[in-house]
């Protein structure tokens, strides 16, 4: 007697049944406009309202774990970039800060001052960045655009150090790629008060505007228990009210040096994720003044060929220098066997890497704890029993970046 063939149903089984009668189930995604990336949103509607929702990474086949175990440990930073590329230079200093401290090396202080105060400013672009197209989803461009051009100078300015406007690879183990160039503090300066006008406009178009409150109090609205049960991070952990913050509660580089405040919200709706993110770019423009008078003289790199390439000076003259620049371009620097997991507060919450060496200089194995990934988990329970339109300015609210969400 043969067996029946038996195949599984493609529907998940959330919505085998509809909840109601007279629903309808709609595919929002996974190529929409609002999911910021290829993210598929499986929603129940009756009417309006959103029943409930079933949220789907999507896919876009970049492999950077696997692809990280056949490339050199300093052949990983451009795809570390590219992870979350509108805050890449976080990315860039967490997994270089997991390697070295593997391998035992404390940066100069020029170099942790720098991390730090770039780090800030990569706050600043990425918060602009999830609170101006915010804003032009719910029909508010002026204030869009306000944001979006004190932005461009921003990356104007940080092409001026990095030599590009988004994906930096600026970073280097040991250190960082160059110094700062003549004049860079001076246009900075001028950039953080030009920033003060541009948000102080966008405060007085929005935060007291009829539509806007309407359209983001009590929408979106998040426990801080789920929060914390979802394994929730940054903004939108901070919006329920609990200041969870890594550079206050294992402060690391030079954070442990400055004064700031870490900014939460009541409700945990969307307003209240407005409201942290704008706080927390004020912050680190506070934040950024203070680096800027503590910054000090000095290399900006270790004197450790293990990891560090000597100056082309040397290549060109030298012939121990020529060899020692050859192996760490064709083997990488030799990392001491062993793991390690390194969490820095990144703009949408706890940035982790955990990575292992066996030694030599290619990787075992790195994995990053990237926080879009983690909030996928829990969005339906912000989407769910709200309006369809809701769906967008809530999503939005999450900073969803799929770069580090499909890793």
Known sequence: MTAELTIPNPVRSAFVTHEREGSVIVNIGPSHPATHGTVQIIAELDGERVLRTDVHCGYLHRGFEKECEDHTWHNLIPYVDRLNYCSALINDFAYCDAVEQLMSIEITPRCKYLRTLLSEYSRLTDHLTCVAASLMELGAMTAFLYLVMIRDYMYEHLAALTGARVTYSYGRIGGLADDLPAGWLTRLAEILDQYADFVGRVHGLVDRNRIFIDRMRNVGVISTADALSWGFTGPILRSTGVPRDLRKDTPYLAYGELDFQVPVGINGDNYDRYFVRMREMDESVHMMRQL?????????????????????????????????????????????????????????????FYIVSVGGGVPYKVHVRSPSFVHMGGVHLMLNGGQLADVVTTFGSVNMIGGECDR
């Open 292 to 352: 800027m008078d503590m910054l000090p003289d000095g290399p900006i790199n270790v004197d450790d060929r293990r990891c560090v390439f000597p100056p082309k000076a040397l290549v060109y003259n030298e012939i121990e220098s020529l060899i020692n620049h050859f192996k760490l371009v064709m083997e990488g620097p030799s990392v001491p066997s062993g793991d390690i997991y390194t969490a820095h507060e990144a703009p949408n919450g706890e940035l982790g």
